[in-house]
């Protein structure tokens, strides 16, 4: 089920993988406590909310445009993840890491540590 979400994601490419993240935007709170897992685990659930067919398992691995997501759900993902964690980033950092596990080790890497 697609969700009604206001996209605010840039669509300018970033130069460096530091820049895909604002931040500035952070809050101090919620985003200091994500793990590796428990993020690996709510895009695992955010992506397979997207997938038109129940069937198939969303596998970590994966590149997302091989279960069909298009660039719609791709800036809406984007949009799910900034609420979630509470920051701005570029659409690009979808492209750029592809797979969930690719996308959560960059994010994680990006957020401020505890």
């Not at 069937?55 to 759900?73: F, I, N, R």
């Amino acid at each position: 089920m697609l969700t009604s979400h206001r996209y605010p994601c840039s669509l300018q490419c970033p130069q460096r993988p530091e820049e895909l993240l604002s931040h500035s935007s952070m809050p101090a709170g919620p985003s200091q406590a994500v793990t590796a897992d428990a993020l690996r685990h709510w895009l695992t659930q955010r992506v397979r909310e997207y997938i038109p067919s129940d069937a198939l398992e969303v596998q970590t691995g994966v590149p997302l445009q091989d279960y069909g997501l298009d660039s719609v759900y791709v800036l809406t993902l984007c949009g799910d993840i900034e609420d979630h964690l509470g920051i701005e980033m570029e659409a690009t950092i979808l492209w750029d890491y592809p797979t969930i596990d690719a996308l959560s080790e960059a994010l994680m890497g990006l957020l401020p540590k505890p």
